[in-house]
């Protein structure tokens, strides 16, 4: 059974960079049908997805953060990775990991996901 | 960006209810619509893809359908475990963009 498990630390302060660690367990991160993703989600409001790599390096990532994130996968740890640099505590969220599913074209959805990961940024 | 719109933003119900949630996107998106339903202080479940298709292991008292701009979340029957807030999601361009989700209170 997949399971996917962010880790990092719980308190940024603010211009610094946020890092966090997805691990990939009961399935391998080299699938070729599949890409991971970072979603977060701001206290009391909606999901904003951050950005999606494949195995290979691949990124996607959504133009609004584009500028200040970095995804990065290790397939020899069955992990992937998010910074987010100058931080701002608008960017205090739950970060969830997913895995995303592609099945062709536009047909994508994340199916599984990590618990989350609060993180807070603060002086 | 397309703007996916929510209605309403919250709703009031009761077991055994049928429920209906509306989910509106800024352009068409063909059948480019995913839902999820995310319990508080839980990751979001997947349950439908393609606008209509339940996944795997998803109670059939759930369904989808629409295109083009508007799509539906139906629930039949509600259960206790249905209690939670929904958001749709569209796959048809990046930046995938969610919903701004509807909670579905007791």
């Known amino acids: 059974q997949l399971q996917l498990e962010e880790s990092g630390p719980g308190l940024v302060k603010p211009s610094e960079t946020l890092s966090l660690t997805c691990t990939v367990s009961?399935?391998?991160?080299?699938?070729?049908?599949?890409?991971w993703g970072w979603i977060r989600q701001a206290p009391g409001t909606g999901l904003e997805w951050i950005g999606s790599?494949?195995?290979?390096?691949?990124?996607n990532y959504n133009s609004s953060l584009k500028s200040r994130v970095t995804i990065s996968v290790d397939t020899s740890k069955n992990q992937f990775s998010l910074k987010l640099t100058s931080v701002t505590a608008a960017d205090s969220a739950v970060y969830f990991c997913?895995?995303?599913?592609?099945?062709?074209?536009?047909?994508?959805?994340?199916?599984?996901w990590g618990q989350g990961a609060l993180v807070t940024v603060s002086s | 960006d397309i703007q996916m719109t929510q209605s309403p933003s919250s709703l009031s119900a009761s077991v055994g209810d049928r429920v209906t949630v509306t989910c509106r996107a800024s352009q068409t998106i063909s059948s480019y619509l995913n839902w999820y339903q995310q319990r508080p202080g839980k990751a979001p479940n997947f349950l439908i893809y393609?606008?209509?298709t339940l996944q795997t292991g998803v109670p059939s008292r759930f369904s989808g359908s629409g295109s083009g701009t508007d799509f539906t979340l139906t629930i039949t029957s509600l259960q206790p475990e249905d209690f939670a807030t929904y958001y749709c999601q569209q796959s048809y361009s990046i930046p995938w963009t969610f919903g701004q989700g509807t909670k579905v209170e007791i």
């Open positions: 393609a606008a209509s």
């Open positions: 997913a895995r995303r599913v592609d099945l062709g074209g536009s047909l994508k959805f994340f199916d599984n």
């Open positions: 790599i494949y195995y290979t390096g691949s990124t």
């Open positions: 009961g399935g391998s991160i080299s699938s070729l049908t599949h890409y």
